[in-house]
């Protein structure tokens, strides 16, 4: 059975790849484990200097399995303890982050990006949040860093209503540092990590400290969001939301 989440080690950077092509990269929680894991541990190991995100040619991430949602809303848990345990290990790795984006990123697909230092994006990525549309609101503390990274106006665009936005509009936003052919969005990834990998390293992770300052801040906000989440979660909104998208998907 092919592993929904494989780790790769070459040299100093570790590949971090969802792959679930089947489900268009949907993380369940057993994915959100592995990849807290893989990222939690690179940090203890000297050799890994650099951090490299994928999902799959065909599509980067889905965002949340909908199956994960639909449970987590009965069972009155809000978000599961795997998700959180991923949001933060993104949020408090000392180690760089690239992602590689090909096809879309839904949800967690896009929110996970904002805690990158480098994106590499397919001419046919595509960018979207529709948490609100589902009756629940943003994760992984994108209601902070989104309007620092994009301003009000473009955040409120994406997070609330939802609006989709292509490769080059979120190059233009800051969401995306490279645009490239569909093709050479893993290699020129890749590029990207070895450029930082190559770097002294303790230059590095001071420097990058320095620029994203105080984690206490994205940590309250994500603490912050899975509350109100947990509520959204049980609302009639989220229940009535839910409900429409599993009929329609039958």
């Known amino acids: 059975m092919t592993d929904l989440v494989t780790v790769t080690d070459d040299g100093p950077v570790r590949t971090v790849r969802m792959n ?6 949907a993380l369940t929680l057993q ?3 592995i990849m807290a894991e893989a990222i939690e541990d690179a940090g203890k190991i000297t050799g890994l200097r650099c951090l490299l995100l994928a999902g799959s040619r065909a599509g980067f991430c889905a ?4 199956g ?8 009155g848990e809000g978000l599961g303890a795997p998700i959180l345990r991923f949001l933060y290990a993104l949020a408090l790795c000392e180690r760089p982050v690239v992602a590689a984006v090909c096809g879309n990123a839904v949800g967690v697909g896009t929110t ?3 805690h990158c230092d480098h994106v590499v994006a397919g001419s ?6 529709p948490f609100v549309g589902l009756g629940l609101v943003p994760e992984a503390a994108s209601s902070l860093l989104a309007p620092r990274l994009m301003g009000h106006a473009r955040a409120f665009s994406l997070l609330v209503m939802g609006r989709p936005i292509g490769a080059e509009e979120a190059k233009t936003a800051g969401l995306v540092n490279t645009v490239v052919a569909p093709d050479a969005v893993e290699a020129e990834a890749m590029q990207a990590a ?3 990998a190559a770097l002294p390293p303790q230059g590095v992770v001071v420097s990058r400290r320095l620029m994203r300052g105080t984690l206490d801040e994205i940590v309250a906000r994500i603490d912050e969001e899975a509350a109100a989440f947990k509520t959204r979660l049980q609302s009639p909104e989220a229940r009535a939301a839910f409900q429409a998208f ?5």
């Not at 679930?20 to 990269?25: S, V, Y």
């Not at 994960?68 to 069972?75: I, S």
């Not at 599993?246 to 039958?250: A, C, D, E, N």
Request: charged content about 40%.
């Open 112 to 114: 996970m990006l904002l």
């Open 63 to 66: 965002g949340n399995d909908i």
């Open 124 to 129: 046919d990525a595509r960018f979207a949040t």
């Open 68 to 75: 994960d949602f639909v449970k987590m809303a009965g069972g």
């Open 194 to 196: 070895r450029d930082i």
């Open 20 to 25: 679930r092509p089947d489900k268009k990269n």
């Open 31 to 33: 994915m959100y484990d």
């Open 246 to 250: 599993m009929t329609r998907k039958k």
